[in-house]
Each structure stands twice: as C-alpha cells, then as structure tokens.
C-alpha cells in the first residue's frame, strides 16, 4: 500500500490529453515538493517534473505539472504511441516516519 | 554528462548483507547533492531506500532503517549501500540516483537486479 495514491491506469488516443493525478496527505505533498517520472519498460525512470512543476533541461512541454493541497497532477497533452509507459509521482513525507515516498504508478495506455 | 553505474552481487543468499556500489562520473559528488538508492521489486512499485549527502548525513526508509547502512567515499567518487538480512522480499532492480532537488532524481543508474535466494 503506497502512500500516494495514483489511478492503477490511464487511457486516451494519440493526440489527445491525459491528466493522472497523486493525492497524498498534508504530512507529504501538501508541505514538500512533487516530481513525476516516466519509466518505459525495461529502463530506469526519468525525471519529467520536478518541484511541482518545473521540467528539467529536454523535457517537452507537452509534460506538465501542478499542485493543489494534497494532490498533485501530471498533464500530458499530444500524446504519442512513445508516451505509453508507467508514470510515478514523488514526495518527501515529514511524518514521524520521515522520509522519501512514491505512488504505486499509473500505467498509461496510448490506444 | 553525468552518469552512474551501479555494481554488486547479483545473488545473496538469504539472511546475508547486500552491497552495492554506485560509481560517479561526470560529477563531483564532493560538489552537492543528494545521492539515493531506489529499488524496483519485479513488477511493482518504486521504493525509496534512502540517500546521503556528500558529508555523510543520511536519510533512510523508516521501514528499512535497521537493515539499511549508506556511504560515501569522495575519494572513488562513489557511494555505497549495504541491506543486511536479506529476505526473497528484498529481491528486487536497485537503482542509484542523483537528487536535482527533493525527491527530484535526475540522474539515474541503469539498475542491477539483485536476487535473494539460496
């Protein structure tokens, strides 16, 4: 059980729009930064969002990022048939048991 | 380009110590940053293990904190994880990884998966 909850999968047709949100709690995404990540089968994930929103050098802006409260959102618009992967959201958690979490990723179907 | 690399045993027997070493190049690590140890079990989730800065202070995975010892050798440019008492739980792709900014991983290893098991 992660304790940032994303959708088990997402769906949408190429071109389109597809948003895959993270809710977490006040103890993590509502007090620390969110980053998003896409891992391709068979590779190490890759950094597409950072501190909430800002992407890193050679990310396209088609990956975008926003929070609000305790949810965090990854847009991607113009999808294509090399979006379809598995996106994982990221926080620091400054519980009693602080420490680094991620959501247990959203599988993203470009149909 | 900064690149890590990790490196270890592919198999530990259970109830044994596992290590790992992750070796920079491209980057200082004596320069900055937060560097993390990240594990994928086969088919699930990311977890985080835990990270260290180039002074040495850690942080750990509450639920891995007595098993689970990083370091840092400036020297080699490398830094190291060590997970005693392994179970057939702990099998799983060990990622090495830079912090850009909190919980921000950059730059990643290509992993190594390690098995447990006798």
């Known amino acids: 059980q992660s304790v940032l909850t994303q959708p088990p999968s997402v769906s949408a047709a190429p071109g389109q729009k597809v948003t895959i949100s993270c809710s977490g709690s006040s103890s993590n995404i509502g007090n620390n930064y969110v980053s998003w990540y896409q891992q391709l089968p068979g590779t190490a994930p890759k950094l597409l969002i950072y501190?909430?929103?800002k992407r890193p050098s050679g990310i396209p802006d088609r990956f975008s990022g926003s929070k609000s409260g305790t949810s965090a959102t990854l847009g991607i618009t113009g999808l294509q048939t090399g979006d379809e992967a598995d996106y994982y959201c990221?926080?620091?958690?400054?519980?009693?048991?602080?420490?680094?979490?991620f959501g247990g990723g959203t599988k993203l179907t470009v149909l | 380009q900064v690149q890590l690399q990790e490196s270890g045993p592919g198999l530990v027997k259970p109830s044994e110590t596992l290590s790992l070493t992750c070796a920079v190049s491209?980057?200082?690590?004596?320069?900055?940053?937060?560097w993390g140890w990240i594990r994928q079990p086969p088919g699930k989730g990311l977890e985080w293990i835990g990270s260290?800065?180039?002074?040495?202070?850690?942080y750990y995975n509450p639920s891995l904190k007595s098993r689970v010892t990083i370091s840092v050798d400036t020297s080699k440019n490398q830094f190291s994880l060590k997970l005693s008492s392994v179970t057939a739980a702990d099998t799983a792709v060990y990622y090495c990884a830079r912090a850009l900014s909190s919980q921000g991983y950059d730059y990643w290893g290509q992993g190594t998966l390690v098995t447990v098991s006798s």
């Open positions: 260290i800065y180039h002074s040495g202070s850690t």
């Open positions: 501190e909430n929103n």
């Open positions: 990221g926080t620091w958690d400054s519980s009693l048991s602080a420490g680094g979490v």
């Open positions: 491209g980057y200082s690590i004596s320069s900055g940053y937060y």
